[in-house]
């Protein structure tokens, strides 16, 4: 073989390289580009990061690639053909880290919604960066004992005995109320409750993308997330039996987080005994609706400029030592398209939960 037919040879080997690294370069871009017409990713870019937590992010997603189970389980390759690709199309094929993420993240994230068939929402819960969450809090009710008439007495007596009542709440994970319901029968199911919280003129609003963590009691939904039925969850039934399967996983760091709400619900009946108290108010159901927002507004302020570390230290110490059973109450099954979407969120959060959990067993 004489020199020139050398060169072809070797030309046409580079052009072949070269075109098969167009070929992932375009991929990339059309797959990069469909997240952000269809998720509305470019509401970030006002928000840019700079050189250090850009490097943080880097770091962090690097050391948990490094480990081959997770990258794999996550890009379906190896920890170097994973960043000998982000070398190869950072150097060869202009791709560039952006203001809101790394070309590592660029590639994870595109790798693995092309290998799990998954939208970027499910994606954002392990790619998400410091401060930025999919899980804004968590809502539960809370029983408010009330004074009603001798005729109304059956409607407002719930589980409590005596008249209350419901009370929907939903706080942040500073233990801050962001949504207060009052005014609702003792009776009144959490379900229908939260049903009309949605749908009210004043409805509690759940940006898109983000969810609220709940009990078993209530309705799967993209934007409310319960733990999964039938498995453990109270935190004490992990102390001496660590988590099993992604379920029990799942289950129990919901229970974790969950807890943010009885905290919450804690420290606000400590601060003002007004709301705690078994004995018939004097007042009216609607002025005890006031007294009950009125309350949640003060327990804010208070807990941006007065938290009192010593209320908190005792409503935390009496949550230990109360023996909690999971509220098996039925909740509606829906069928819906937003039903199923949440199934496919929360077993996308458990699976990732597991794999990091098992990875870094090792």
């Not at 029968?185 to 940006?207: C, V």
Request: hydrophobic share 35%; aromatic share 10%.
């Amino acid at each position: 073989m004489d020199q020139q037919d050398k060169e072809l040879r070797n030309d046409l080997i580079m052009w072949d390289r070269r075109r098969k690294l167009a070929v992932v370069q375009v991929v990339f871009h059309v797959v990069y580009w469909y997240m952000q017409r269809k998720y509305h990713l470019k509401k970030y870019v006002d928000h840019p990061i700079n050189y250090l937590e850009r490097e943080k992010v880097r770091i962090e997603l690097m050391t948990k690639l490094k480990c081959i189970k997770y990258c794999r389980n996550i890009t379906r390759m190896g920890p170097q053909a994973f960043q000998d690709l982000c070398h190869i199309l950072e150097r060869d094929g202009g791709q560039k880290p952006t203001k809101r993420a790394t070309v590592e993240e660029q590639v994870a994230k595109c790798l693995y919604i092309l290998s799990h068939s998954v939208k970027n929402r499910n994606v954002s819960f392990f790619f998400r960066r410091s401060g930025e969450t999919d899980c804004i809090g968590a809502l539960d009710g809370t029983h408010v004992r009330v004074k009603v008439s001798s005729k109304d007495v059956p409607r407002y007596r719930g589980k409590k005995g005596y008249p209350t009542q419901n009370v929907l709440v939903a706080c942040s994970f500073d233990l801050k109320f962001t949504y207060v319901l009052p005014g609702w029968k003792g009776t009144a199911s959490d379900s229908r409750i939260i049903k009309n919280a949605l749908t009210r003129e004043d409805k509690l609003k759940i940006p898109n993308g983000k969810f609220y963590l709940v009990d078993a009691g209530y309705m799967l939904r993209s934007s409310l997330i319960p733990p999964y039925r039938g498995v453990r969850y109270h935190l004490k039934e992990y102390s001496n039996h660590p988590p099993e399967n992604a379920r029990e996983l799942f289950n129990h760091r919901h229970a974790s987080l969950r807890n943010a709400i009885e905290r919450a619900f804690g420290v606000l009946k400590k601060r003002f005994p007004i709301i705690a108290s078994t004995i018939e108010p004097t007042y009216s159901v609607n002025t005890q609706s006031n007294i009950v927002i009125a309350c949640c507004i003060l327990h804010n302020f208070l807990m941006g400029v007065d938290p009192d570390e010593n209320i908190t230290a005792e409503v935390d110490k009496e949550l230990e030592n109360q023996c909690q059973t999971q509220q098996m109450t039925r909740a509606p099954r829906d069928t819906d398209k937003d039903a199923k979407q949440a199934k496919l969120i929360r077993n996308v959060i458990a699976a990732t939960m597991w794999s990091d959990y098992v990875a870094n067993q090792e």
